[in-house]
């Protein structure tokens, strides 16, 4: 029964995104298709559904075809030289992502609507993530980036985590998200900050930025506001 569900739910998979499963990823950056198609000992770089280190390039080919794709459920990438992550959306049960101290200048995950957990930290390069369509995501690391200027929040109506201190974010809105408990936006160049109708936010920093207007509506459970060095009246 088991071996029937799991395989009911690659055929539902692989529908969703009407993708061949014998098709090949297309993943440009060579060091991360090698990263992916290559296993050291003793080493985690891709988990499965039970949290287990896998190896992802299980027929050994050389390369990652979408049925292999979809049995990855964590990819831990960090401090490699990676300068894209072209492909990574077609790991289309991916659950969390760590990507820390890598040279890429751009991250799109949008539509990895099973993400829970992102961590993209360190990287000095990185300007802009999509993370549009994570409607499943629950926590957001995005730190010491320092060429992030703007990151949308919107439709992340999961989350309820954010850490992204130590980026270059020059303005924050964040409405109406019911799950959000702790926020922290410390070191940033953020002028103008827009919290309202967050009804489980209790710890916010906004510590070492350039506010000057600060609207809090509704947050009837904040216990810690840290805004010193800004430029409040």
Known sequence: MKQLYFLLFLTFTFTAYSQNPD??????????????????????????????????????????????????????????????????????????????????????????????????????????????????????????????TNIDFSGLNSLNLILCNGNSLTNLVLNGNQSLETIDFGTNNISTANLTNLPSLSYTSFYDNQITTLSLNNLPNIETLDIGQNQLS
């Open 23 to 148: 098709d090949i990823v297309y993943i440009p950056d060579a060091t991360l298709k090698a990263f992916l198609t290559s296993q050291i000992s003793g080493e985690t770089r891709a988990l499965d559904i039970n949290s287990d280190s896998i190896i992802v390039d299980t027929n050994n080919d050389g390369e990652i075809q979408f049925s292999e794709a979809a049995l990855v459920f964590e990819i831990v990438l960090s401090y490699e030289n990676v300068s894209s992550l072209v492909g990574i959306r077609s790991f289309v049960n991916l659950k969390a992502l760590y990507c820390n101290g890598i040279t890429l200048t751009e991250l799109d995950l949008s539509g990895l609507s099973n993400l829970e957990l992102v961590v993209c930290s360190n990287n000095s390069l990185l300007e802009s993530i999509n993370l549009n369509g994570l409607t499943n995501l629950l926590e957001l690391e995005i730190r010491n980036n320092i060429q992030i």
